[in-house]
Each structure stands twice: as C-alpha cells, then as structure tokens.
C-alpha cells in the first residue's frame, strides 16, 4: 500500500474552503476522533489519531487509533473482533478534529470494558450535580476478561 501524503498547511482559505486535506495534529502529534455508530447516531468512542492512524484509516477502511496511555497504534477490533468499519470519515472546519461514522463487526460493541458505547454513564448537572453517575446501558455486550483477558489497572489505560 502507497504511502498516503497529507498536503501542507498553506493557508486558512485553502484548510477551511478548500479540497486539500491538511489535518493539523496537536503538539502532541494527535488528532481527537469522535467515533459514532453510522445507523444510529449514537457516540460510541472519543479515541486519537497520529498520522499513521489517520493513514491507515483512510486506505483500510477500518478505524485505527493511538492509545495515549501505551503509546501504541492499535487496529479498532484486531483482539476484541469488534472492528470498527469506516462509512463516512469527516474532517471539521480547521482539520484538527475528525467524525467517523462506523459500522461494528461482532456484537456491535465499541467499549473495551464490555458496554456498546464508552458513553455508557450520565454526569448528573444542575440541581443533580454532585450525585452518582448514572448507568445507561442496563448490561454489557460482551465479557471483557474472556476476549482480553485480565483487566487492566486503570492507571495504565
């Protein structure tokens, strides 16, 4: 597979109004990933994006991310199978943050912990602020510890 170039940066006419693409990656070489089931709408994921990621994304087809806390690439569903294919892949206005519309190969699931979404909890605001967060996924789709085995400290996620 051909290495796939992203153009300059030249200037803000051509990143906002133009066809190039010219994603601007953070200092910290990501670009942030909102990730939503294409039928439904419904986020399933926030991940990151390095150039390799975002490359490979785009000439697989299939969604891959940098895990921040591993500093790793990793291919969506390579352990889990819960492959994330890509429907429609956007860019926002200044090319610093990306949408992509997916379908999910298996049980449908996108959270390593074993729930659909990773948006499975509600943070109760206003009035409620200050109380429990609240389950919105009444049970998970699939058992983390039989596809990944031991569950990993939080701190090292």
Known sequence: MSQLEFQSRQSVEQVEEGTDLAPKFGEDGLLPCITTDATTGEVLMLGWMNAEAFRLTIQTGEAHYF??????LWHKGATS?????????????????LWL???ITGSGASCHVGYRSCFYRAVPCGEQAGAPLTFLEEHKTFDPVAVYGDVPNPTQL
């Open 81 to 97: 199978g819960l492959v994330q294919k890509v429907v429609e892949a956007r860019i926002d206005d200044d090319q610093d943050a």
């Open 101 to 103: 519309r997916v379908d």
């Open 67 to 72: 895990s921040r806390s591993r500093q790793v």
